[in-house]
Protein backbone atom coordinates (compact mmCIF):
# COMPACT_ATOMS: atom_id res chain seq x y z
CA UNK A 1 0.00 0.00 0.00
CA UNK A 2 2.59 2.14 0.58
CA UNK A 3 4.72 1.89 -3.18
CA UNK A 4 1.16 2.54 -4.44
CA UNK A 5 0.67 5.91 -1.48
CA UNK A 6 3.57 7.30 -3.34
CA UNK A 7 2.45 6.31 -6.89
CA UNK A 8 -0.63 8.19 -6.07
CA UNK A 9 1.12 11.57 -4.64
CA UNK A 10 3.68 11.54 -7.36
CA UNK A 11 0.37 11.47 -9.66
CA UNK A 12 -1.02 14.22 -7.32
CA UNK A 13 2.14 16.56 -8.06
CA UNK A 14 1.54 16.25 -11.62
CA UNK A 15 -2.01 17.13 -11.39
CA UNK A 16 -3.02 20.72 -13.51
CA UNK A 17 -5.51 21.63 -11.17
CA UNK A 18 -5.00 22.98 -7.55
CA UNK A 19 -8.72 20.37 -6.75
CA UNK A 20 -7.27 17.46 -8.70
CA UNK A 21 -4.20 17.68 -6.35
CA UNK A 22 -6.06 18.04 -3.10
CA UNK A 23 -8.25 15.35 -3.66
CA UNK A 24 -5.48 13.22 -4.80
CA UNK A 25 -3.40 14.11 -1.49
CA UNK A 26 -6.22 13.47 0.54
CA UNK A 27 -7.33 10.16 -1.42
CA UNK A 28 -3.36 8.69 -0.57
CA UNK A 29 -3.99 10.22 3.35
CA UNK A 30 -7.15 8.59 3.89
CA UNK A 31 -5.72 5.21 2.29
CA UNK A 32 -3.15 4.69 5.09
CA UNK A 33 -5.61 4.52 7.74
CA UNK A 34 -7.00 1.26 8.80
CA UNK A 35 -10.64 0.26 8.59
CA UNK A 36 -12.84 -0.86 11.35
CA UNK A 37 -14.86 -4.21 10.97
CA UNK A 38 -18.14 -4.90 12.08
CA UNK A 39 -20.03 -8.33 12.71
CA UNK A 40 -23.39 -9.51 11.62
CA UNK A 41 -24.50 -9.77 15.36
CA UNK A 42 -23.14 -6.39 15.70
CA UNK A 43 -25.11 -5.07 12.96
CA UNK A 44 -28.77 -7.28 13.94
CA UNK A 45 -28.54 -5.75 17.88
CA UNK A 46 -27.25 -2.05 16.98
CA UNK A 47 -29.95 -2.22 14.23
CA UNK A 48 -32.52 -3.72 16.75
CA UNK A 49 -33.90 0.09 17.61
CA UNK A 50 -32.94 2.16 15.03
CA UNK A 51 -34.22 5.64 16.91
CA UNK A 52 -32.62 8.67 16.08
CA UNK A 53 -30.05 8.62 18.03
CA UNK A 54 -28.67 5.21 16.76
CA UNK A 55 -29.31 6.26 13.49
CA UNK A 56 -26.94 9.24 13.92
CA UNK A 57 -24.79 7.15 15.31
CA UNK A 58 -24.75 4.83 12.43
CA UNK A 59 -24.24 7.83 9.64
CA UNK A 60 -21.48 9.06 12.10
CA UNK A 61 -19.47 6.08 11.98
CA UNK A 62 -19.80 6.01 8.24
CA UNK A 63 -18.94 9.56 7.43
CA UNK A 64 -15.52 8.28 9.06
CA UNK A 65 -15.46 4.56 7.32
CA UNK A 66 -16.49 5.18 4.12
CA UNK A 67 -13.81 7.36 2.87
CA UNK A 68 -11.18 5.08 4.04
CA UNK A 69 -12.66 2.28 1.80
CA UNK A 70 -13.11 4.09 -1.17
CA UNK A 71 -9.65 5.80 -0.96
CA UNK A 72 -8.09 2.16 -0.03
CA UNK A 73 -9.69 0.90 -3.87
CA UNK A 74 -9.55 4.10 -5.60
CA UNK A 75 -5.36 3.77 -5.01
CA UNK A 76 -5.15 0.14 -6.01
CA UNK A 77 -7.45 0.88 -8.91
CA UNK A 78 -4.64 3.55 -9.98
CA UNK A 79 -1.43 1.23 -9.91
CA UNK A 80 -2.49 -2.07 -11.48
CA UNK A 81 -0.09 -4.85 -13.81
CA UNK A 82 -0.52 -5.53 -17.82
CA UNK A 83 -1.23 -2.21 -18.24
CA UNK A 84 -5.17 -2.90 -16.53
CA UNK A 85 -4.99 0.69 -14.56
CA UNK A 86 -5.53 2.25 -18.18
CA UNK A 87 -8.11 0.43 -19.35
CA UNK A 88 -11.16 2.57 -20.29
CA UNK A 89 -13.50 0.35 -18.11
CA UNK A 90 -10.84 0.47 -15.06
CA UNK A 91 -10.97 4.05 -15.07
CA UNK A 92 -14.28 4.65 -15.28
CA UNK A 93 -14.55 2.32 -11.94
CA UNK A 94 -11.87 4.40 -10.55
CA UNK A 95 -13.69 8.00 -11.49
CA UNK A 96 -17.16 6.24 -9.18
CA UNK A 97 -14.36 5.54 -6.31
CA UNK A 98 -13.24 8.90 -6.35
CA UNK A 99 -16.78 10.75 -7.26
CA UNK A 100 -17.49 8.25 -4.09
CA UNK A 101 -15.10 9.53 -1.93
CA UNK A 102 -15.09 13.15 -2.36
CA UNK A 103 -19.20 13.20 -2.23
CA UNK A 104 -18.61 11.18 1.38
CA UNK A 105 -15.37 13.17 2.51
CA UNK A 106 -16.80 16.58 1.67
CA UNK A 107 -20.06 16.26 3.39
CA UNK A 108 -20.29 17.99 6.47
CA UNK A 109 -20.34 16.91 9.87
CA UNK A 110 -23.06 14.59 10.48
CA UNK A 111 -24.41 16.31 13.60
CA UNK A 112 -28.39 15.98 14.34
CA UNK A 113 -31.19 14.54 12.53
CA UNK A 114 -31.88 16.57 9.22
CA UNK A 115 -27.94 16.12 8.81
CA UNK A 116 -28.41 12.30 9.30
CA UNK A 117 -31.58 12.04 6.98
CA UNK A 118 -29.48 14.24 4.16
CA UNK A 119 -25.92 12.06 4.39
CA UNK A 120 -28.93 8.78 4.14
CA UNK A 121 -29.91 9.91 0.96
CA UNK A 122 -26.40 10.92 0.01
CA UNK A 123 -24.88 7.55 0.49
CA UNK A 124 -28.04 5.89 -0.83
CA UNK A 125 -27.24 7.52 -4.67
CA UNK A 126 -23.21 6.66 -3.94
CA UNK A 127 -24.83 3.19 -3.50
CA UNK A 128 -26.85 3.02 -7.38
CA UNK A 129 -23.41 5.01 -8.42
CA UNK A 130 -21.88 1.67 -8.18
CA UNK A 131 -24.55 -0.92 -9.40
CA UNK A 132 -22.86 -1.58 -12.46
CA UNK A 133 -19.35 -1.96 -10.79
CA UNK A 134 -19.05 -5.67 -11.44
CA UNK A 135 -19.66 -6.08 -14.84
CA UNK A 136 -17.73 -2.54 -15.40
CA UNK A 137 -15.01 -4.84 -14.23
CA UNK A 138 -15.50 -7.51 -15.70
CA UNK A 139 -15.66 -6.14 -19.20
CA UNK A 140 -11.88 -4.45 -17.74
CA UNK A 141 -10.20 -8.07 -17.29
CA UNK A 142 -12.41 -9.63 -20.46
CA UNK A 143 -10.51 -6.90 -22.87
CA UNK A 144 -7.11 -8.58 -20.78
CA UNK A 145 -7.92 -11.70 -21.37
CA UNK A 146 -8.56 -11.07 -24.82
CA UNK A 147 -5.26 -9.98 -25.27
CA UNK A 148 -3.36 -12.92 -23.71
CA UNK A 149 -5.86 -15.41 -25.30
CA UNK A 150 -2.81 -16.48 -27.86
CA UNK A 151 -1.44 -17.61 -25.09
CA UNK A 152 -1.72 -20.83 -23.51
CA UNK A 153 -0.60 -20.24 -19.61
CA UNK A 154 -2.00 -17.17 -17.61
CA UNK A 155 1.35 -15.41 -17.16
CA UNK A 156 2.57 -15.80 -13.44
CA UNK A 157 2.37 -11.83 -12.31
CA UNK A 158 -1.68 -12.45 -13.10
CA UNK A 159 -2.13 -14.07 -9.71
CA UNK A 160 -1.31 -10.21 -8.50
CA UNK A 161 -4.62 -9.10 -10.16
CA UNK A 162 -6.46 -12.23 -8.89
CA UNK A 163 -5.76 -11.37 -5.30
CA UNK A 164 -6.66 -7.65 -5.96
CA UNK A 165 -9.91 -8.54 -7.56
CA UNK A 166 -10.83 -10.39 -4.20
CA UNK A 167 -9.58 -7.69 -2.43
CA UNK A 168 -11.86 -5.23 -4.57
CA UNK A 169 -14.89 -7.00 -4.72
CA UNK A 170 -14.73 -8.39 -0.93
CA UNK A 171 -14.47 -4.69 -0.15
CA UNK A 172 -17.23 -3.79 -2.43
CA UNK A 173 -19.99 -6.40 -0.87
CA UNK A 174 -19.23 -4.85 2.71
CA UNK A 175 -19.08 -1.28 1.58
CA UNK A 176 -22.35 -1.85 -0.01
CA UNK A 177 -23.60 -3.89 3.58
CA UNK A 178 -22.73 -1.06 5.30
CA UNK A 179 -24.75 1.55 3.59
CA UNK A 180 -27.55 -0.78 2.58
CA UNK A 181 -27.84 -1.46 6.27
CA UNK A 182 -28.20 1.86 7.31
CA UNK A 183 -30.73 3.00 4.49
CA UNK A 184 -32.19 0.08 5.05
CA UNK A 185 -32.76 1.08 8.90
CA UNK A 186 -35.45 3.64 7.80
CA UNK A 187 -37.82 1.51 6.50
CA UNK A 188 -40.78 2.65 8.50
CA UNK A 189 -42.59 -0.31 8.35
CA UNK A 190 -40.10 -3.86 7.93
CA UNK A 191 -41.40 -6.87 7.52
CA UNK A 192 -41.69 -8.91 9.96
CA UNK A 193 -38.28 -10.41 11.83
CA UNK A 194 -35.85 -7.83 9.37
CA UNK A 195 -33.78 -6.00 10.88
CA UNK A 196 -32.44 -3.53 7.91
CA UNK A 197 -30.73 -5.80 5.49
CA UNK A 198 -30.84 -8.91 7.81
CA UNK A 199 -33.37 -11.60 8.30
CA UNK A 200 -33.76 -12.80 11.57
CA UNK A 201 -35.63 -15.41 10.32
CA UNK A 202 -34.34 -16.41 6.72
CA UNK A 203 -35.76 -19.93 5.82
CA UNK A 204 -33.03 -21.42 3.36
CA UNK A 205 -35.56 -23.63 2.19
CA UNK A 206 -38.06 -20.45 1.01
CA UNK A 207 -34.66 -18.91 -0.77
CA UNK A 208 -33.64 -22.30 -2.74
CA UNK A 209 -36.82 -22.16 -3.68
CA UNK A 210 -37.27 -18.50 -4.81
CA UNK A 211 -33.61 -18.68 -6.51
CA UNK A 212 -34.52 -22.52 -7.60
CA UNK A 213 -37.47 -20.20 -9.79
CA UNK A 214 -35.23 -17.81 -11.30
CA UNK A 215 -32.18 -19.89 -12.43
CA UNK A 216 -35.11 -22.48 -13.74
CA UNK A 217 -36.26 -19.52 -15.99
CA UNK A 218 -33.38 -18.58 -17.36
CA UNK A 219 -32.26 -22.24 -18.42
CA UNK A 220 -35.71 -22.63 -19.46
CA UNK A 221 -35.08 -18.93 -21.63
CA UNK A 222 -31.94 -20.31 -22.63
CA UNK A 223 -32.29 -23.99 -23.82
CA UNK A 224 -36.31 -24.72 -23.91
CA UNK A 225 -36.17 -27.11 -21.55
CA UNK A 226 -34.65 -27.16 -17.81
CA UNK A 227 -33.85 -29.51 -15.22
CA UNK A 228 -36.27 -30.45 -11.89
CA UNK A 229 -34.85 -29.02 -8.81
CA UNK A 230 -35.66 -31.05 -5.52
CA UNK A 231 -35.12 -29.48 -2.47
CA UNK A 232 -34.44 -31.49 0.98
CA UNK A 233 -34.45 -29.81 4.38
CA UNK A 234 -36.65 -28.61 7.31
CA UNK A 235 -38.71 -26.27 5.96
CA UNK A 236 -39.89 -24.69 9.61
CA UNK A 237 -35.86 -24.42 10.28
CA UNK A 238 -34.75 -20.46 10.04
CA UNK A 239 -31.73 -18.50 10.98
CA UNK A 240 -30.12 -15.13 10.91
CA UNK A 241 -28.42 -13.77 7.55
CA UNK A 242 -28.88 -12.08 4.64
CA UNK A 243 -31.40 -12.82 1.82
CA UNK A 244 -29.70 -11.05 -0.56
CA UNK A 245 -26.78 -12.31 -0.11
CA UNK A 246 -27.63 -15.87 -0.35
CA UNK A 247 -30.47 -15.81 -3.11
CA UNK A 248 -27.82 -14.99 -4.85
CA UNK A 249 -25.17 -17.42 -4.15
CA UNK A 250 -27.72 -20.20 -4.56
CA UNK A 251 -28.82 -18.70 -8.07
CA UNK A 252 -25.39 -18.87 -9.32
CA UNK A 253 -24.72 -22.40 -7.73
CA UNK A 254 -27.82 -23.71 -9.08
CA UNK A 255 -27.69 -21.51 -12.32
CA UNK A 256 -24.16 -23.86 -13.00
CA UNK A 257 -25.98 -27.19 -12.32
CA UNK A 258 -28.78 -26.34 -14.26
CA UNK A 259 -26.43 -25.72 -17.49
CA UNK A 260 -24.55 -29.00 -16.81
CA UNK A 261 -27.03 -30.99 -16.60
CA UNK A 262 -28.57 -29.72 -19.42
CA UNK A 263 -26.12 -29.49 -22.38
CA UNK A 264 -25.13 -33.25 -20.95
CA UNK A 265 -28.47 -34.73 -21.78
CA UNK A 266 -29.31 -32.20 -24.31
CA UNK A 267 -29.32 -35.21 -27.00
CA UNK A 268 -29.82 -38.06 -24.70
CA UNK A 269 -32.91 -40.50 -24.64
CA UNK A 270 -32.08 -40.91 -21.25
CA UNK A 271 -34.26 -39.06 -18.04
CA UNK A 272 -32.51 -36.12 -17.08
CA UNK A 273 -31.35 -36.47 -13.42
CA UNK A 274 -32.69 -33.79 -11.41
CA UNK A 275 -30.39 -31.28 -9.06
CA UNK A 276 -30.38 -31.61 -5.91
CA UNK A 277 -30.11 -29.13 -2.76
CA UNK A 278 -30.05 -30.50 0.94
CA UNK A 279 -30.01 -27.76 3.55
CA UNK A 280 -28.42 -29.05 6.66
CA UNK A 281 -28.51 -27.45 10.02
CA UNK A 282 -25.26 -27.77 12.31
CA UNK A 283 -24.50 -26.09 15.73
CA UNK A 284 -21.71 -24.05 14.09
CA UNK A 285 -22.64 -23.51 10.22
CA UNK A 286 -25.62 -23.96 7.93
CA UNK A 287 -24.38 -26.09 5.15
CA UNK A 288 -26.07 -26.19 1.61
CA UNK A 289 -25.35 -28.37 -1.09
CA UNK A 290 -26.26 -28.65 -4.51
CA UNK A 291 -25.51 -31.65 -6.50
CA UNK A 292 -25.60 -32.53 -9.96
CA UNK A 293 -25.41 -35.10 -12.50
CA UNK A 294 -24.00 -32.78 -14.80
CA UNK A 295 -20.63 -34.91 -16.16
CA UNK A 296 -18.33 -32.80 -13.72
CA UNK A 297 -15.10 -30.66 -13.93
CA UNK A 298 -11.66 -32.12 -14.72
CA UNK A 299 -9.15 -32.63 -12.00
CA UNK A 300 -7.00 -30.21 -14.04
CA UNK A 301 -9.89 -27.72 -14.13
CA UNK A 302 -11.15 -27.27 -10.48
CA UNK A 303 -7.82 -24.65 -9.21
CA UNK A 304 -9.35 -22.64 -11.98
CA UNK A 305 -12.69 -22.43 -11.27
CA UNK A 306 -12.23 -19.56 -8.31
CA UNK A 307 -9.97 -17.62 -10.72
CA UNK A 308 -11.18 -15.00 -12.30
CA UNK A 309 -10.24 -15.70 -15.89
CA UNK A 310 -11.64 -19.19 -16.29
CA UNK A 311 -15.09 -19.77 -17.75
CA UNK A 312 -16.44 -22.71 -19.46
CA UNK A 313 -18.73 -20.98 -21.63
CA UNK A 314 -17.11 -21.40 -25.27
CA UNK A 315 -18.49 -17.63 -26.59
CA UNK A 316 -18.77 -15.37 -23.26
CA UNK A 317 -21.47 -12.63 -23.86
CA UNK A 318 -19.93 -9.11 -24.84
CA UNK A 319 -20.25 -7.09 -21.79
CA UNK A 320 -21.00 -3.86 -24.16
CA UNK A 321 -23.71 -5.57 -26.24
CA UNK A 322 -27.54 -5.37 -24.16
CA UNK A 323 -28.59 -8.96 -23.06
CA UNK A 324 -31.76 -9.29 -22.26
CA UNK A 325 -31.73 -11.21 -18.67
CA UNK A 326 -28.78 -13.06 -17.27
CA UNK A 327 -26.76 -14.83 -19.21
CA UNK A 328 -26.50 -19.19 -18.28
CA UNK A 329 -22.62 -18.39 -18.24
CA UNK A 330 -20.29 -16.24 -19.53
CA UNK A 331 -17.64 -13.92 -17.31
CA UNK A 332 -16.29 -16.47 -15.07
CA UNK A 333 -17.02 -13.43 -12.14
CA UNK A 334 -20.17 -16.23 -10.03
CA UNK A 335 -18.32 -18.71 -8.59
CA UNK A 336 -15.55 -16.81 -7.12
CA UNK A 337 -17.46 -13.43 -5.87
CA UNK A 338 -20.04 -16.03 -4.26
CA UNK A 339 -17.37 -17.58 -2.48
CA UNK A 340 -16.63 -14.00 -1.15
CA UNK A 341 -20.36 -13.50 0.18
CA UNK A 342 -19.96 -16.63 1.89
CA UNK A 343 -16.39 -15.52 3.11
CA UNK A 344 -17.66 -12.57 4.40
CA UNK A 345 -19.70 -13.66 7.03
CA UNK A 346 -17.48 -16.04 8.24
CA UNK A 347 -18.45 -18.79 5.70
CA UNK A 348 -16.95 -21.15 2.82
CA UNK A 349 -18.16 -21.97 -0.45
CA UNK A 350 -16.39 -25.77 -1.32
CA UNK A 351 -16.46 -27.54 -5.25
CA UNK A 352 -15.88 -31.17 -5.45
CA UNK A 353 -16.07 -32.59 -8.73
CA UNK A 354 -15.86 -36.45 -10.38
CA UNK A 355 -15.16 -36.43 -13.54
CA UNK A 356 -17.60 -38.50 -15.65
CA UNK A 357 -20.22 -37.71 -13.23
CA UNK A 358 -21.34 -34.43 -11.59
CA UNK A 359 -20.38 -32.05 -8.98
CA UNK A 360 -21.01 -30.87 -5.74
CA UNK A 361 -21.08 -27.70 -4.09
CA UNK A 362 -21.15 -26.93 -0.42
CA UNK A 363 -21.71 -23.73 0.61
CA UNK A 364 -21.40 -22.69 4.45
CA UNK A 365 -22.98 -20.16 6.32
CA UNK A 366 -21.91 -19.25 9.49
CA UNK A 367 -24.83 -19.13 12.00
CA UNK A 368 -23.07 -17.61 14.65
CA UNK A 369 -22.96 -14.24 13.63
CA UNK A 370 -19.81 -13.48 15.58
CA UNK A 371 -17.06 -13.21 12.24
CA UNK A 372 -15.75 -9.39 11.81
CA UNK A 373 -15.87 -8.42 8.38
CA UNK A 374 -12.61 -9.48 6.60
CA UNK A 375 -10.89 -6.00 5.70
CA UNK A 376 -9.02 -6.27 2.68
Same mark, same amino acid.
Not at 264 to 274: A, C, G, L, Q, V
Not at 352 to 358: D, K, L, N, P
Given at each position: ??????????????????????????????????????????????????? %????????? #? !?? /????? +???? *?? @???????????????????????????????????????????????????????????????????????????????? %????????? #? !?? /????? +???? *?? @???????????????????????????????????????????????????????????????????????????????????????????????????????????????????????????????????????????????????????????????????????????????????????????????????????
Amino acid at each position: MAAVTGEWRRAAMMASEPMARAVAEEVARWGSMKQTGVSLRYMMEFGLRPT %PRNLLLSAQ #F !LH /RELPI +RFAR *RA @LELQSLPFGLSSNPAILKVRDWYLESFRDIRYFPEVRNRDDELAFTQMINSVKVRHNNVVPTMASGVQQLKKQMCRKRKV %PSGFDEIHE #F !LD /RFYLS +RIGI *RM @LIGQHVALHDPEPEPGVIGLINTRLSPIQVAQAASEDARAICLREYGSAPDINIYGDPNFTFPYVTQHLHLMLFELVKNSLRAVQERYMNSDKDIPPVRIIVADGEEDVTIKVSDEGGGIPRSGLPKIFTYLYSTAEYPPELDVPNEGAPMAGYGFGLPISRLYARYFGGDLQVISMEGYGTDAYLHLSRLGDSEEPLP
